[in-house]
């Protein structure tokens, strides 16, 4: 974990990784659903996409450089650390307690990150050079406020799992299938409130090139999110894109064997209302990818900046 985004969560109140249940439950409250703008839903879009990319490229790297298991990343880093090989996966968490302010308890972020290896035959090897696909769980929670006893307070959680196939071809395959939601709660109006809302976010078959010679990459497919969809909320593993979903906006970006993405946005009755470009930065020119040294899942990942309330 990177201590800078402590530091932008104190400030910006942007959000860290975590996995801890809620801080409270007030138990009689107004509860509204927050419908955002839609440059709120683009630039939304466009931080989780992103990130998610990020790590995705930070994992297939890792994979194409590790020559054994234990070249994994074991080191304790400001409160993160690598757990072990515990029922086939290979585990990191993380835990930050902090008290911006001088406030004691004001800040509490933790994480689960998890790794999994599958041979040809589908059965779970340990060493990554054994490994045909990947599989991927990341579990966070982050809550800012909630002291003395009072309810008040803003806290996200994200989620997000899949795998990543054809390891050893190119393109690599992606589908991955993510929950961010957010939750404040504090008097408005003169009355206390939860105001919520959240974005199901799904890679469906999104194929990533790379070229060694160019140490750079391309996209192609579709990332999708959904704003406040309607139920179920907890679908499984992804939503069935032969079901219409119904949500407040819908957002398409689909990448055409390039980096920068053609994005659309959708109203509540799928017509289309705006569209944009999304660039996706070159990781592994940033991180230097092919030749890194620690493998750790969860690094470099931050919840977008929140839309404020």
């Known amino acids: ?76 880093d400001e409160g993160s650390f690598y757990d072990g090989f515990l029922d086939g996966w290979h585990v990191w968490r993380g835990d930050i307690r902090s008290n911006p302010f001088g406030i004691e308890g004001a800040y509490n972020a933790d994480y689960l990150g998890k790794i999994q290896f599958r041979n040809t035959s589908d059965e779970t090897v340990e060493a990554p050079q054994d490994a045909d696909r990947i599989r991927i769980y990341l579990r966070s929670h982050a809550a800012f406020g909630f002291v003395e006893g009072q309810p008040f307070g803003d806290e996200v959680w994200y989620d997000f799992e899949g795998d990543i196939s054809q390891l050893d071809g190119n393109p690599a ?56 969809p309607d139920e179920p909320s907890n679908p499984d593993p992804a939503p069935d894109h032969s079901i219409i979903i119904k949500a407040d906006y819908k957002v398409v970006i689909t990448f055409n064997n390039s980096r920068v993405g053609k994005g659309k946005v959708y109203d509540n009755d799928n017509n289309l209302i705006r569209e944009f470009d999304h660039y996706i930065p070159n990781y592994y020119e940033i991180y230097n990818l092919p030749s890194i040294e620690n493998w750790q899942m969860g690094v470099n990942f931050q919840f977008p900046a929140p839309i404020p309330l």
């Open 173 to 228: 395959k992606i589908g991955l299938f993510g929950k961010y939601e957010r939750r404040w709660f504090g008097l408005y109006n003169d009355e206390e409130t939860e105001i919520q809302y959240n974005v199901w976010l799904d890679f469906e078959d999104l194929k990533l090139f790379y070229s060694g010679a160019n140490n750079d990459f391309t996209l192609l497919g579709d990332a999708i999110a959904f704003f406040n």
């Open 1 to 76: 974990m990177r201590r800078k985004f402590l530091f932008v969560f104190i400030f910006t109140i942007g959000f860290y990784l975590s996995s801890c249940q809620s801080s409270s439950e007030p138990a009689d409250e107004n509860l509204l659903s927050y419908n955002p703008s839609q440059n709120e839903v683009i630039q939304q879009t466009e931080e989780i996409v992103a990130n998610v990319l990020d790590q995705t490229t930070n994992i297939l790297a890792g994979y194409s450089t590790m020559q054994e298991s234990t070249n994994l990343n074991k080191v304790n």
